[in-house]
């Protein structure tokens, strides 16, 4: 397994293959809510590669002046998950944010998935959730050293 930066026009199909296997099929996302206004020319995203196949990835938003940001759509396809893939997924996407020189990280997670988060290092606030009409969403944060 190998986790790379997102630069090859390949690499962004295998983002869109992951995330509307694990997301649009798996969990019933509409396409359109899926794929939103995050998703431009200029979107960073990680994609691990098993091999040659892709089978998960993130996308990271900078947010501004702040030195935070975000790991947005987190998906690992459900035969690679429990297996490590998603903890190479995030550690790639951490290292990333804090080359761009982020200090505060920011994932908003399903609720049944905090514990992996939690495990990483992130603190959910339970104070701040939403509901995305799909699944409960919980607010987790992470300060980068």
Not at 13 to 34: N, S, W
Not at 120 to 125: C, E, M, R, S, T
Request: proline residues 2%.
């Amino acid at each position: 397994m190998k986790a790379v930066r997102v630069t090859e026009h390949w690499q962004l199909a295998g983002v869109h293959y992951v995330r509307t296997q694990a997301m649009v099929k798996g969990f019933g996302i509409p396409l359109d809510k899926e794929f939103d206004e995050g998703d431009t020319g200029k979107s960073l995203y990680v994609l691990v590669l098993d091999d040659i196949y892709p089978v998960a990835t993130c996308r990271l938003h900078l947010l501004g002046e702040s030195k935070e940001g975000k790991i947005e759509r987190v998906c690992v396809l459900e035969e690679y998950r429990e297996k490590g893939v998603g903890r190479l997924l995030i550690e790639a996407a951490e290292g990333w944010l804090l080359e761009c020189g982020i200090k505060k990280i920011c994932i908003t997670s399903r609720d049944e998935a905090v514990g992996f988060y939690e495990a990483l290092g992130y603190k959910a606030d339970y104070g701040k959730t939403l509901d995305s009409g799909v699944f409960p969403i919980v607010y987790t944060e992470k300060i980068l050293n």
